[in-house]
């Protein structure tokens, strides 16, 4: 059972343009939320993240969006540049307690910008 | 420089052999993970430890074993049980303390079982 849906493989982007990544989400108990960026034979970076008490976080060039009604979230980039082609992966984890995060990801999206 | 570092990068192993992933951080942090990442597939948890001498199965935990006798290292040997060992390994840590603490994660390790 798939938790974390990412359902685009794949995205081609020309460069200067608002790149959008969508993830959805089925488990309700999922309380934090946050984007890596992989390159490949690397190991993620993190991006950004949003909590569950939001529905909007910004970083720059990136935004989050949360939408809980509909157990969706989005990852916007402008302006794309061509260094941030790589997979994108959403996590999502539940509340309940400190320590060690299970978080749970999502298949990836490889995004391409096309200069 | 605080990072974690995964070794070897590369690791080739014939099929009924255990094999013993390396994973060690100087960050300090409390918390470490394990996951394995197969291709067109995301990010799956095998163990977690939340503190020393600790630890926790995963999504994924059969044919694998890991050992937490140290906060910086958090060594995973995938064993002959593990019916499909050829992956990318993936090891992290985080703070462990604070809810939604973001995962720092090493640079992986490829397995290949001949």
């Known amino acids: 059972d798939q938790q974390v849906k990412q359902n685009s493989p794949s995205l081609s982007v020309q460069e200067g343009r608002i790149s959008i990544l969508n993830c959805d989400y089925t488990n309700s108990m999922f309380d934090y939320f946050l984007w890596y960026k992989k390159y490949p034979a690397e190991g993620p970076t993190f991006l950004i993240s949003i909590s569950s008490i939001k529905d909007k976080n910004e970083d720059g060039r990136f935004t989050v969006f949360l939408n809980k009604s509909a157990k969706h979230l989005s990852l916007h980039i402008v302006p794309s540049q061509p260094g941030d082609s790589a997979v994108y992966f959403c996590?999502?984890?539940?509340?309940?307690?400190?320590?060690?995060?299970?978080?749970?990801f999502g298949q990836g999206t490889r995004l391409t910008i096309n200069p | 420089d605080g990072g974690i570092t995964q070794s070897p990068k590369y690791l080739f192993r014939k099929e009924g052999q255990n094999v013993t992933l390396s994973c060690e951080q100087n960050l300090n942090h409390d918390a470490m993970y394990w996951y394995r990442q197969d291709p067109g597939q995301g990010l799956r948890l095998i163990y977690y430890s939340q503190i020393v001498n600790d630890f926790q199965k995963g999504d994924i935990a059969e044919g694998y074993s890991v050992s937490r006798e140290k906060k910086e290292s958090f060594p995973l040997t995938v064993t002959s049980a593990q019916k499909n060992p050829t992956a990318f390994y993936l090891c992290?840590?985080?703070?462990?303390?604070?809810?939604?603490?973001?995962?720092?994660f090493g640079p992986g390790t490829r397995l290949t079982v001949l």
């Open positions: 992290a840590s985080s703070i462990g303390d604070t809810r939604g603490d973001e995962q720092f």
């Open positions: 996590a999502a984890s539940a509340q309940g307690r400190q320590g060690a995060q299970k978080l749970v």
